[in-house]
């Protein structure tokens, strides 16, 4: 199906999916700054959409501009870049996005974007490349960029890179999005944060269960988190993604999750979407594959 946002010049149209942090916890602080973590990532069927076509002239074009981020430090040029520079290709390409996901929301937005400009011009310049050298290559670009790059739900370790492929139940997620940026570095450098949570087992990690360690910080910091944590807390279980500000409850249907959302005051937009463990991007390039 064709997307407005897109001109029709693109060759090929892939999303780029949401993820959830189901849990987060933060076991330590390496001598880099970053933080082990262990954290259990399942997508969204809710996504970016991204339009590539073929350049010869070698140059990487993003036609749609984000507010506030230069072109060049676009994740997804970053990604492009990068990509043609470990494969030495010469080959370039004009990209357009429409951008879906909020951003700064804790779903991941920015990561998959790379994750799918990785696939999509892996695609596109028919590069002999594997999906590890992409998930390196995703990682220098981000920690959350190798499991979308995967593709698979998974129990994080390490700084998130450590993946290990989980099969979930897959329910209907309530994703509330306050209305504010929160930085992820500056959650990771607050004082207030723990970072002594004790390292769990995968299969002792019951589903829901676990907790988020970023979410007493964020809710201190940020009264819009807090108030749309206590607000849909109300109705369902509620708990913070990665580093926020995007909240969730699970329900087991889709009208359980429309009743919920439709209570919810105009200030605090939602979407809902299910939980799934193979992404939107892999199974749209399966079917890519299959043709
Ligand atoms: C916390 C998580 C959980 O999924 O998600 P988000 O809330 O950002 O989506 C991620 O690990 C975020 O991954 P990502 O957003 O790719 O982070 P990066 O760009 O690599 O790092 C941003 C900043 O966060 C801090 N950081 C990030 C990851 C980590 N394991 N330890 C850290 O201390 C670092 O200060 C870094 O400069
Ligand atoms: N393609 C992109 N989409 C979103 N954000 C991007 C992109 N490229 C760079 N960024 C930057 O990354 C930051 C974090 O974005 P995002 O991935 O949406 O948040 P989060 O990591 O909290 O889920 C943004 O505020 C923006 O400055």
Redesign the pocket.
């Known amino acids: 199906m064709s997307n407005p946002a897109i001109p029709a010049a693109a060759e090929l149209i892939l999303p780029a999916p949401a ?1 959830l ?1 189901l849990m ?1 916890h933060i076991l330590g ?1 390496r001598a880099d ?5 262990q ?1 259990l ?1 399942q997508f969204l069927d809710f996504a970016d959409e991204l339009g590539f076509a073929l350049r010869t002239d070698g140059q990487i074009r993003l036609h749609t501009p984000i507010e506030g981020v230069p072109h060049d430090s676009n994740l997804i040029v970053r990604a492009a870049r990068l990509l043609q520079m470990h494969a030495g290709c010469t080959l370039g390409a004009d990209i357009w996005l429409d951008k879906r996901l909020p951003m700064g929301g ?3 937005g ?2 998959s974007d790379a994750a799918t400009t990785l696939l999509g011009l892996k695609h596109l310049w028919h590069l002999d490349c594997s999906e590890d050298q992409l998930a390196t290559l995703g990682l220098s670009l ?4 190798p499991v979308f790059v995967r593709g698979h739900a998974a129990f994080a370790e390490g ?2 890179e450590k993946l290990q492929p989980v099969t979930l139940s897959e329910p209907w997620f309530l994703v509330a999005i306050p209305q504010v940026l929160v930085s ?2 500056e959650i ?2 607050d004082p207030e944060l723990t970072r002594d949570t004790p390292p769990i087992k995968v299969r002792s990690l019951l589903e829901g269960g676990g907790r988020n360690d ?1 979410q007493p910080v964020v809710q201190k910091r940020y009264s819009e988190v807090r108030n749309a944590l206590i607000l849909l807390n109300k109705f369902v279980p509620t708990r913070l ?4 500000a995007c909240v969730f409850g699970s329900f087991p249907n889709q009208d359980d999750a429309d009743k919920v959302a439709r209570q919810l005051p105009a200030t605090l937009p939602s979407f809902i979407a299910q939980g799934r463990n193979i992404s939107m991007l892999h199974r749209k390039l399966e079917k890519l594959v299959e043709k």
């Open positions: 993820k942090n987060l602080r700054g970053y933080h082990e973590l954290t990532f804790g779903i991941g920015g990561s981000g920690a959350d960029v700084v998130g992820t570095a990771f450098s970023c993604t990665g580093t926020g």
